[in-house]
């Protein structure tokens, strides 16, 4: 019997739901807005996560047809931030919000195309099972990730070469591992804050670790771990506490997917990680 690992206390009430409608609102105004200048299309993804956040705060089941929505409008839109910002020129086509959509090459060079944000839009791709999105997220190089020096610790790299050496087969899997691995210790990584690199950054790894290594009876312990320090950032000031960024742990949950449709084993069940996300429900209900 799985184990329960409780949310922490996220305000869940009236309040939220009006605002997941109202932040719906003005993000649908955003993408139709799309097909003329793809300008903000940066913001409109960050509205569009955010949405995701308030919808999985007031259904932490992801139960209802409209949290599946906001994911995958968000993982349609994380999508389209990569590929309208790879072409100089010419227009390309991106399902988002239900249809097909001719986005404008998005000019000029782009701050929000980091490695941040390319493993938020992995993150989505792999939990909408969007498998031709997850390939073409990590044909992607590094160097057009990179981010002005400052901005990111150089662990953030490896870790998204790890990722991106895994899903293409390619060799070397294990080194780049562990070496993402190694350079988040606080005497090498120190532009991320302390809480931050232990609370949400180091544990996707470690959870990917044994989920690269078939390690099927330590992926639970390991995704406990997850959670208990996704719970201890989020729960570390009061302001954190009513942030419903903390509604769902987005890495962990990704990697819970893939364990899953690896039949491992999942020994615990946690609002932080929306069960019919994690096990794929709605998966063929309308087009992604």
Not at 43 to 56: D, E, G, H, I, P
Not at 195 to 206: A, I, R, S
Not at 252 to 279: M, N, R, T, V, W
Request: aromatic content about 10%; proline content about 5%; charged content about 20%.
């Amino acid at each position: 019997m799985a184990t329960i690992f409780s949310r922490h206390n996220l305000s869940t009430g009236p309040d939220v739901e009006q605002l997941a409608e109202k932040l719906d609102e003005y993000l649908f105004r955003d993408i139709d807005s799309l097909e003329e200048t793809t300008e903000a299309i940066d913001s409109t993804f960050n509205s569009a996560v955010l949405s995701l956040y308030a919808r999985c705060a007031v259904d932490p089941r992801a139960a209802a047809a409209e949290t599946w929505e906001s994911m995958v409008n968000a993982m349609q839109l994380g999508s389209a931030l990569f590929a309208t910002t790879g072409i100089t020129e010419g227009t390309v086509e991106c399902r988002i919000n239900r249809k097909l959509r001719t986005l404008p090459a998005a000019r000029g060079p782009r701050s929000s195309i980091n490695a941040g944000n390319w493993l938020s839009a992995f993150w989505l791709a792999v939990i909408c099972h969007e498998q031709q999105r997850m390939t073409q997220l990590c044909e992607i190089s590094l160097e057009r990730l990179r981010a002005p020096e400052g901005a990111y610790d150089e662990y953030i790299y490896h870790w998204v070469d790890t990722l991106q050496t895994y899903w293409l087969r390619r060799p070397g899997l294990a080194g780049k591992l562990t070496t993402a691995i190694e350079m988040t210790d606080p005497a090498i990584a120190r532009i991320a804050p302390l809480d931050l690199l232990q609370g949400q950054l180091y544990p996707p790894m470690n959870l990917f670790y044994h989920f690269v290594t078939r390690d099927t009876e330590g992926f639970t312990p390991a995704l406990t771990e997850a959670l208990k320090l996704h719970q201890a950032y989020w729960t570390l000031t009061e302001e954190r506490t009513t942030d419903i960024d903390g509604s769902i742990a987005l890495g962990p949950l990704a990697i819970a997917c893939l364990a899953h449709d690896g039949k491992f084993p999942i020994g615990i069940e946690s609002d932080y990680l929306p069960k019919h996300l994690l096990q794929h429900t709605w998966l063929g209900e309308f087009p992604t």
